[in-house]
């Protein structure tokens, strides 16, 4: 039986027919309000976003160009509005712990409400008191404490005076202490005077001087003890007018704050420093004059003091939940960072340089991030982990993580992390993380898979219609009418590879929208329409398609090989794609087959050059097992065959030529030539059945290309698997020329109708005497198997006879030499 199976034009394309849309333009419709496709991945994610447990972040997987960041955002903000707006966050000076400043969290809202009552504070302190400090009040008490002091301290004088009288002394005060200077009837002793007493004089003299010094030590002690108490007393006055205003201004904050325990600790603390501190209010600058470099005091400068508020994050303009995409996820952009000033080579830095990242941006919300960015950045990644797993953020330099920076820093308080990442990678990356990194299946509970392809149903239909619309809209393109829309539909299928899907690659469809819009404004239209459609896919392929038309060039050429008229033996046309990464195209190869006398079964040349990958291996012992349970199951499998991709001079792989190698191995076993006029394509299993291959419609349009060369001779074609009928998606001018009869494609299950197709003789059914019939291809396969098998077993008698008549001979010749 000879196969015919040519497929009718109608089955090589799926045309979209305008008539199905009820609008005259894109402009009549509604704007897409949601994702078109994706209802795995939309479930996912809305299932990521509803639960709010420990370790349920989201991965968004899929490739790029499935929208899958423009849906993250929208799907995430239309969530997180309906959510709490959270806390503002502030970091304060720790008056216990300068080192560690202290984190604090209030309502949304009132951060900057906190931050500038604080501010206001601080002014009205700089206002109040000085002014305090220089009432009547005020300096009538500090002289009445100074005069007391000064009658105390005059009437210790007198008594060490009269101590000093007593003793014939007078005292001196010199800078070391006092002076006892001894009298004579009444006046001081000069030195001359002294030096011309007698010696039991100057001892009793020197003997009652000591008595006096004693005494003058113990009155001094005591003139000191009330110094003391005077600064003390001064220091009392002080603390008593400063809480006047202090107290009375820090009072009023803390009613205002009195539902926040933490504000109430911080001012308490705050008010009790400035007490302590109130020199820095007094507005008295007489020692920063003295000092060189006044800038450098920042102790002076009370608005950028230890007093002031560092608010970290306020969300008083925040809608519901934040919602954050980090485009830059660095260490320091996602945890924050304590900045340094340099001011004449000393690195300084306080609580106010502590600057926020973007995890406490997105706390109480959503982080948006890529993947490979996160990865690709130094240690982000680590640091993203560790807040996930730990719940807080907790601001570190980098250098510390590797020991490599041992400096003087602050350590901030942590801060509580409640925050769901969604993550955006490739598949690769997904399933790289899954399998080698511990923490990720903990962290990343959720997978939102993105799909590349979705039903070509009415509705999705639709909904791409509407996508059109939108970017119309959105963009200021101009509007297309119905017949620009089923034209995009018919590309999109073309990108998918599919009659019945369309593709959700959906940068590739803008792309198109975006040239057909620039085509349709150089010619002068108004609407897009199917014309500036198909002129902005034939331009976009014209720019990338040299290295298709070069190799078109060296098969008109001759440089590379090809037959595609007439029949022979052992020699195919095979297909195959190459992939420029923006640009896919199919080429035809030659494959011829060679098989000999031997036992030394199938050698793939490619293999043996080290030019084949393993699923082309694969395909090559498959065509073995084929042969092995086709022939050999009465007599063993001998014969030897090479297989060679001529002209091939990079790397083969994937196993859709398979079915094309076998059909050449055949052709050369049974010496019927092949039809060099059809080229094939098709992987084959072990029972003969054909295997569906991908890459159908390039491999189809690459060989119509290459017969166009030489002109259509009506008889040329391509064998392809059954199964990849729903793949077609032709190009207009191939389907025209098959309607035309110019070119033929046909659809196969099993070798047995390839072969036939390409020997024009039937392959051939064993009989119920187990025997093929004469006059078919696999009668004659099995014949010149049989041959080979029947000539080695001659050869193999013969080699055991001449074995064993060489032994014979041999055992002779040591009888005869005992003779």
Wanted: include cysteine; proline fraction near 3%.
């Amino acid at each position: 039986m000879v196969y015919d199976n040519r497929l009718e034009p109608e089955k090589l394309v799926k045309k979209c027919d305008p008539s199905l849309f009820e609008f005259k333009t894109t402009e009549e419709i509604k704007p897409l309000e949601d994702i078109i496709g994706q209802e795995r991945a939309v479930k996912a994610m809305d299932f990521g976003l509803t639960i709010k447990r420990h370790g349920y972040n989201i991965f968004m997987t899929g490739i790029t160009g499935t929208g899958k960041i423009s849906y993250a955002r929208s799907i995430t903000r239309e969530v997180a509005e309906n959510e709490p707006v959270p806390d503002d966050w502030c970091y304060l000076y720790n008056f216990k712990n300068p080192g560690e400043p202290v984190a604090l969290n209030l309502p949304a809202g009132m951060g900057s409400v906190f931050a500038r009552d604080i501010d206001n504070l601080l002014e009205e302190l700089k206002e109040e008191i000085p002014k305090i400090f220089k009432t009547e009040d005020y300096e009538r008490q500090k002289g009445a404490i100074f005069k007391k002091f000064q009658e105390i301290r005059n009437v210790l004088m007198e008594r060490l005076n009269r101590v000093a009288h007593e003793y014939g002394f007078v005292l001196k005060r010199t800078s070391s202490g006092f002076l006892s200077v001894p009298l004579k009837d009444g006046k001081e002793m000069s030195e001359e005077e002294f030096n011309q007493l007698e010696q039991p004089q100057k001892e009793e003299l020197e003997k009652k001087s000591t008595e006096v010094q004693l005494k003058a030590m113990e009155i001094v002690r005591l003139i000191q003890n009330e110094e003391k108490n005077l600064k003390d007393r001064f220091k009392d006055l002080e603390y008593e007018t400063g809480l006047q205003v202090v107290g009375h201004l820090i009072d009023e904050l803390k009613d205002k704050y009195m539902k926040f325990p933490r504000v109430i600790n911080y001012l308490e603390a705050l008010k009790d420093d400035v007490l302590e501190n109130l020199d820095n209010f007094k507005g008295e600058e007489a020692e920063d004059k003295q000092f060189p470099f006044p800038w450098l005091k920042r102790g002076t400068d009370i608005a950028a003091s230890k007093y002031t508020v560092n608010l970290l994050i306020d969300n008083k303009e925040t809608r519901g939940a934040p919602v954050i995409v980090e485009s830059n996820p660095t260490y320091y952009n996602l945890v924050g960072r304590v900045e340094h000033e340099n001011k004449l080579g000393m690195v300084t830095t306080d609580f106010s340089m502590i600057k926020s990242g973007a995890l406490h941006k997105a706390n109480g919300g959503y982080l948006i991030l890529q993947a490979n960015d996160v990865l690709s950045n130094f240690q982000a990644w680590d640091v993203l982990k560790r807040v996930l797993k730990t719940r807080e953020i907790r601001i570190e330099t980098a250098g510390e993580q590797l020991a490599l920076l041992a400096m003087t820093t602050l350590r901030p308080e942590p801060i509580p992390l409640d925050v769901k990442v969604i993550l955006i990678g490739n598949p690769m990356l997904y399933h790289l993380l899954y399998r080698y990194d511990e923490d990720f299946r903990k962290l990343f509970k959720i997978k939102a898979d993105f799909d590349t392809v979705m039903e070509r149903s009415q509705k999705n239909i639709s909904k791409m219609a509407n996508f059109i619309s939108t970017h119309c809209q959105k963009e200021g393109l101009k509007h297309f009418d119905r017949s620009g829309v089923a034209r995009i539909m018919e590309y999109s299928s073309r990108l998918a590879d599919h009659q019945e899907k369309l593709t959700t690659c959906f940068n590739d469809i803008v792309e198109i929208l975006y040239e057909a819009d620039t085509w349709a404004g150089i010619q002068g239209d108004r609407h897009i329409n199917e014309s500036h459609v198909d002129k902005a896919i034939k331009e976009k392929i014209f720019r990338s398609d040299k290295y298709e038309k070069k190799l078109l060039e060296f098969v008109e050429q001759g440089q590379i090989l090809l037959d595609l008229s007439g029949e022979k033996v052992g020699q195919i046309n095979g297909l195959a794609v190459i992939d420029l990464g923006d640009y896919t195209f199919g080429r035809p190869s030659r494959i011829t087959a060679s098989t000999f006398l031997g036992r030394r079964g199938i050698v793939n040349i490619e293999r043996e050059s080290k030019m084949s990958g393993r699923i082309h291996d694969k395909g090559v012992m498959i065509i073995s097992g084929y042969l092995g349970q086709k022939y050999a199951q009465k007599m063993p499998l001998t014969l030897s065959a090479s297989i060679c991709f001529e002209q091939s001079y990079e790397g083969v792989d994937g196993d859709s030529a398979s079915s094309t190698e076998l059909y050449a191995l055949l052709s050369s076993l049974s010496g019927v030539p092949l039809k060099q006029n059809i080229a094939v394509s098709g992987s084959v299993n072990q029972k003969g059945e054909i295997q569906p291959v991908g890459g159908i419609t390039r491999k189809i349009e690459g060989f119509f290309a290459t017969c166009k060369l030489q002109g259509l001779t009506g008889d040329q074609g391509v064998i392809i698997p059954h199964q990849n009928i729903l793949n077609l998606m032709l190009d207009e001018e191939l389907v025209e020329a098959v309607r035309e009869g110019k070119f033929h494609i046909y659809a196969v299950k099993s070798v047995d109708e390839g072969i036939s197709i390409l020997t024009g003789m039937p392959a051939g059914e064993r009989g119920e005497d187990g025997k093929y019939p004469e006059g078919t291809i696999n009668y004659l396969v099995e014949k010149k198997l049989k041959e080979y098998h029947e000539m080695l077993g001659k050869q193999a008698k013969e080699q055991e006879k001449a074995e064993g008549q060489n032994k014979e001979n041999n055992r002779s010749e040591p009888e005869s030499e005992q003779q």
